[in-house]
C-alpha cells in the first residue's frame, strides 16, 4: 500500500511570514570568529577542498533565486550569522575565502529570516549546526515555483521506490519478532524541530484454510 501524509508539524507554525531574507540589526558587539574556528569547525575538521570568493559566494546565492548586496553579506557576518573568511592568496592577490558550505549556511539562514526568525533566534539555529558535515545543497530552497514543483516530484518519485524496501524490510521484521507489522511509520525531522511523517498501512495477513 502506498506511503501517505501522516502529519507536518512546525516550530514556525503560526507565525506570520515575512521577507526579512536581507534584513540586519546592529549587533551589540561584531563577531570575528572566521570560518576555521569555533562554533564553525572543530579542531579536527577537514581542509575544505573548494574555497570561495565572497563574490562567487553571493554568485552561487543568486543563482538560488537570491540576490544579497556586499554590505547586507558584511553585516551578517557582524551579526554572527555567518563566519568571516580567511584571508588568503588566491588568483595573485590576497582575498577573503570561504568553503563551500557557507552558501548552505547563508540559504539556511535567509530561510529561517523568512519564516519569522529573530536575529538572535536564527542566529542560535545557525550556530548550533555543524556546517562542515552538511550535505552540500541540500538545504537550498526552491529558486522559482517550476524548482519547486520538481522537487516535490521528484520527493513522490522517491516515495514510491521506498515502498518496496520498506515492505521487504516489515517481512524481515515479522519474521524475527513473530508478529505481523500492521503500518510501518517514515519520520524526516530538519535542524529547526519541524517533522514530516509518512505512513504505510500493510495489507491484513492473509492464511489459508485446511484443507478438507
Do not use: C
Not at 516489515?170 to 517514515?186: D, F, H, K, N, W
Not at 517533522?195 to 484443507?211: C, G
Amino acid at each position: 500500500m502506498p506511503l501517505t501524509m501522516a502529519g507536518v508539524y512546525s516550530r514556525s507554525a503560526g507565525r506570520p511570514g515575512r521577507d526579512m531574507s536581507i534584513e540586519t540589526e546592529k549587533p551589540t558587539r561584531p563577531y570575528r570568529e572566521t570560518w576555521q574556528e569555533l562554533p564553525w569547525s572543530r579542531p579536527d575538521s577537514p581542509e575544505p577542498a573548494e574555497l570561495l570568493t565572497k563574490t562567487q559566494v553571493l554568485d552561487e546565492l543568486r543563482a538560488a533565486g537570491h540576490d544579497i548586496p556586499v554590505r547586507t553579506f558584511e553585516d551578517w557576518a557582524a551579526a554572527g550569522l555567518i563566519p568571516r573568511g580567511l584571508r588568503r592568496w588566491h588568483d595573485g592577490r590576497a582575498a577573503s575565502l570561504w568553503p563551500r558550505w557557507v552558501v548552505d549556511l547563508a540559504l539556511f539562514a535567509i530561510g529561517l529570516r523568512t519564516a519569522g526568525r529573530s536575529l538572535a533566534e536564527a542566529r542560535d539555529e545557525i550556530r548550533a549546526v555543524d556546517w562542515p558535515t552538511v550535505r552540500s545543497t541540500t538545504i537550498a530552497p526552491p529558486a522559482n515555483r517550476q524548482d519547486a514543483q520538481s522537487r516535490f516530484d521528484a520527493y513522490q518519485d522517491a516515495l514510491g521506490d521506498l515502498e518496496a524496501v520498506l515492505e521487504r524490510l516489515a517481512a524481515l521484521q515479522e519474521r524475527i519478532t513473530g508478529s505481523p507489522v500492521v503500518t510501518v511509520q517514515v519520520r524526516f525531522i530538519n535542524a529547526q524541530g519541524d517533522r514530516v511523517e509518512h505512513a504505510m498501512p500493510l495489507a491484513p495477513l492473509v492464511t489459508e484454510s485446511p484443507q478438507e
